[in-house]
């Protein structure tokens, strides 16, 4: 229901809109589809979406409205240093009383601005050496002062929400779990074999996506698969890693420029069409992460009817459900995990598939309870 008909002003919602300016993959996935969702269940609200950077993708409609700080500085800084410092003298100067913090840290704090925030991970708790150095100071200095003190808390998964009371002992409000885009339904097969001929894959292949770093822990992935294909018979298979550069990854790049190319490729940066063409060819998506807060690939390949191998971690059990092969995430685990899919000769699974509805449902009832507050 409009708000108008129930008598409350109209939402004027800021977010970090920086995931919106970088890439579509990750949380820059999550808060683009949580934005078309929101834009259809708060029709009278306005957001302003505050970046340092240009944004790179549409947004939902007219009532999104793209404030790229033009500071000099905004450019220069740490994008966290620029949301404290800069993003509450903005949400001022547009009259904001709300703010939707999509990467957990909070501008620094206003009389009458209200806040909800996203919790998608505890990174700097649990593998802090993954995280880039900046990245893992600001969550050190703010993660939890900032969570402690927002109007309501949002989580990504349940695993994600466990985490947060039994390290913090703060209670999420409410979970909105990850979907799977429109992208990701079946395609034809000769849509699928057109696609995978202009890239360049040909089956039988393993899939990997994620960025290049440390947490994704694509170097066991990589010397699992080569020592398979020496000690045992899977001649013809290819392992294919789908994802942009990182950080820390000097190792995972070595092992890449060292390995055949006929053997293992890295694709970089794959368009969702094509990703959706290469997970429905795949013998199996894996996924050997030390941790995620959720895991949308997981998600993804279970929408293609694709086969998943997936690190044993409670996140990933919640995107995987029960048909998925769960494995200790180091070499000799996902040899055992990738040899269970080619023993395997049952037919593949039945698609799986979950919108961002729910999540969508869940993250507007909370920013009109939360903005409505007397």
């Known amino acids: 229901m409009p708000s108008s008909e129930i008598g409350d002003t109209p939402l004027k919602i800021g977010l970090d809109a920086q995931p919106l300016a970088t890439s579509r993959a990750g949380i820059g996935r999550y808060v ?14 306005t957001f302003y979406c505050y ?40 949400c001022a100067a547009d009259g904001v009383g709300l703010f939707w913090a999509t990467r957990t840290i909070l501008p620094r704090s206003g009389a009458t601005l209200r806040t909800v925030t996203t919790v998608h991970d505890l990174n700097h708790l649990l593998v802090p050496a993954s995280m880039p150095t900046f990245t893992r100071f600001a969550h050190r200095l703010f993660f939890y002062h900032d969570v402690r003190r927002a109007d309501a808390v949002i ?76 000690s045992h018979p899977i001649a013809g298979y290819r392992l294919v890693i789908v994802g942009q550069p990182g950080w820390k990854n000097a190792p995972v790049t070595r092992q890449l420029a060292a390995a055949d ?53 409670p996140e990933l059990r919640e995107a995987g459900g029960p048909d998925a092969v769960y494995v200790t995430p180091d070499k000799e685990g996902i040899k055992r995990g990738l040899l269970r899919i080619l023993e395997d000769d049952g037919p593949r699974p039945s698609p799986t598939s979950a919108g961002w509805d729910e999540a969508g449902a869940v993250m ?5 309870k939360v903005g409505h507050h007397p």
Not at 35 to 41: F, K, N, P, S
């Open 155 to 230: 989580t990504n998964s349940r695993g994600t929400a466990t985490r947060l009371t039994a390290h913090l002992g703060i209670r999420a409000n409410g979970i909105a779990r990850p979907g799977v885009s429109g992208a990701f339904a079946n395609q034809e097969r000769s849509d699928i074999e057109a696609r995978l001929k202009r890239i360049g894959v040909h089956p039988p292949y393993f899939l990997a996506v994620g960025t290049l770093e440390p947490r994704k822990n694509l170097s066991p992935l990589i010397a699992a698969f080569l020592e398979l294909c020496t």
């Open 32 to 45: 683009l589809e949580l934005c078309r969702e929101l834009d259809a269940r708060l029709p009278d609200a």
């Open 261 to 313: 190319a006929d053997r293992v490729r890295w694709l970089g940066y794959v368009a969702d069409d094509d990703l959706a063409a290469l997970y429905q060819a795949a013998a199996a998506f894996v996924m050997p992460s030390l941790y995620e807060g959720f895991g949308i690939p997981v998600l993804e390949a279970r929408a293609s009817g694709t086969r998943v191998v997936a690190s044993d971690i």
């Open 364 to 368: 507007a009832e909370i920013l009109k």
């Open 51 to 90: 970046s340092p950077r240009p944004i790179t993708v549409a947004l939902p409609s007219l009532r999104w409205i793209a404030r790229v700080d033009s500071h000099p500085l905004a450019c220069r800084v740490p994008s966290y240093w620029w949301l404290k410092a800069r993003v509450h003298r903005l």
